[in-house]
């Protein structure tokens, strides 16, 4: 049974930063691209960043380039999401997904499997 689970959510004021990170078990983490989602309330699942199997290449929406950094270490199954510079707006929960072998990132329909989400408040 494959399970992603995040955590490192949490409550932060404008300007901070947080580290959100995905646990995987049940999947061969290292042919799995892997992709962060956030939806705010009331809005769709938006794309944030994604990561390719081996940690070559990275992808990141224009609204989080140059703030958020997607990484994975595969000896431990987790891929991470560095976020600094945090705004109001980066409020929303935030998804971990996998991608077999993706390379079609920013995508949902193309993400098998998703966590459950961890929530971040930024507070003005």
């Known amino acids: 049974q494959v399970q992603l689970v995040e955590s490192g959510g949490g409550l932060v004021q404008a300007g901070g930063s947080l580290r959100l990170s995905c646990a995987a078990s049940g999947l061969t983490f290292s042919s799995y691209s892997m992709g962060w989602f956030r939806q705010a309330p009331g809005k769709e699942l938006e794309f944030v960043s994604a990561i390719a199997w081996g940690g070559s290449r990275t992808y990141n929406a224009d609204s989080v380039k140059g703030r958020y950094t997607i990484s994975r270490d595969n000896a431990k199954n987790t891929v991470y999401l560095r976020m600094n510079s945090l705004q109001p707006e980066d409020t929303a929960a935030y998804y971990c997904?996998?991608?077999?072998?993706?390379?079609?990132?920013?995508?949902?329909?193309?993400?098998?499997?998703w966590g459950q989400g961890t929530q971040v408040t930024v507070s003005s």
């Open positions: 997904a996998a991608n077999y072998y993706g390379t079609v990132w920013g995508r949902k329909d193309e993400y098998a499997y």
